[in-house]
């Protein structure tokens, strides 16, 4: 039965989409079997994977909204990889959703379809904490937090371990920490050797040895409609994420 790890920040911009994409594709590189569903209505890791959005004929928004079954969407990239696309359409769903029955678990009853035939299924999260976040973690086995090295990083933190607990009490009883994994890091500066002890301090044991370091290649990427590992797969960038994949499997 494959694992379902939610990537999720409410904030935006500290690298959810870029982590989804590639662990993703680290994990394949590493010769398993992954689903990324894109639960953001931006569709960055949809377009990440070179697919137009604008072609799709279906996307999550309608096995969310209208029941169509996960295996309707699920399209094959040329990257070993599986993607239930996003389309911007996906954002009504937000608003939809509040007076549907089974509200927060429409993707959990989708997903739980296909769970058998992936040993990772990975998905990208919007950035808030509305509906499809909530769905995106009671869909969820665990969730992996990108944290960016930035001056509140720690106060973000702690309000999004607040919020999974809450979602644990009311939601999904069996989510857990898979890990909080640091962002765009950058040696040279203070801030970030600074939040990083910050942060160990706090939750050592659930935050990465890896870290991410702010890598050009792995903003160029998305551009060329590939994963990291197509692009430069001999980057830092790269490096990162085969280790942090590496790390994600160790953890079992
Ligand atoms: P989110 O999904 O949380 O909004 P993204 O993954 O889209 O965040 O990242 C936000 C921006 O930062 C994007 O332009 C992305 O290319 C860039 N970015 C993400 N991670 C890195 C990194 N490690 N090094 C350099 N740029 C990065
Ligand atoms: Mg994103």
Redo the contacts with the bound molecule.
């Keep these: 039965m494959g694992k379902v790890i939610a990537v999720a ?1 409410q ?11 590639s662990l993703s594709a680290a994990l394949a590189e590493k010769g398993k079997k992954v689903l990324l569903v894109d639960c ?1 209505p ?1 569709g ?1 890791a949809t377009s990440g994977f070179g697919i137009n959005k604008q072609e799709l004929e279906l996307s999550i928004y309608d096995i969310i909204i209208d029941e169509w079954e996960i295996s309707d969407i699920i399209l094959p990239t040329e990257y070993k990889i599986d993607i239930a696309p996003s389309q911007i359409g996906l954002a009504g769903a937000e608003i939809e959703l509040a007076s549907l029955e089974d509200r927060e678990y429409r993707l959990q009853k989708a997903i739980s379809k296909v769970k058998d035939n992936y040993d990772y299924i990975i998905i ?1 999260c919007p ?1 808030s904490l509305g509906f499809l976040t909530l769905n995106s973690l009671a869909a969820a086995d665990s969730v992996l937090i ?1 944290l ?1 090295c930035e001056f509140y990083a720690l106060e973000g933190l702690s309000q999004l371990l607040n919020t999974i607990e809450m979602i644990k009490s009311k939601i999904n009883v069996n989510l857990y920490i898979e890990g909080v994994v640091l ?3 950058d040696s040279r500066t203070n801030l970030s050797q600074q939040v990083e002890a910050e942060v160990r301090n706090h939750i050592g044991d659930r935050v990465y040895n890896t870290t ?11 551009s060329y409609g590939c994963p990291i590992f197509a692009y430069d797969p001999s980057s830092k ?1 790269a490096q ?1 994420y085969m280790d942090l994949a590496q790390e994600v499997i160790n953890n079992g």
Excluded: C, F, H, W
């Design positions: 920040n904030k935006g911009g500290v690298g959810k989409t870029t982590t989804s994409v953001d931006q960055n990208d950035p990108p960016q962002t765009m890091y991410i370091p702010r890598n050009v290649r792995l903003s160029e990427a998305p960038g990162a």
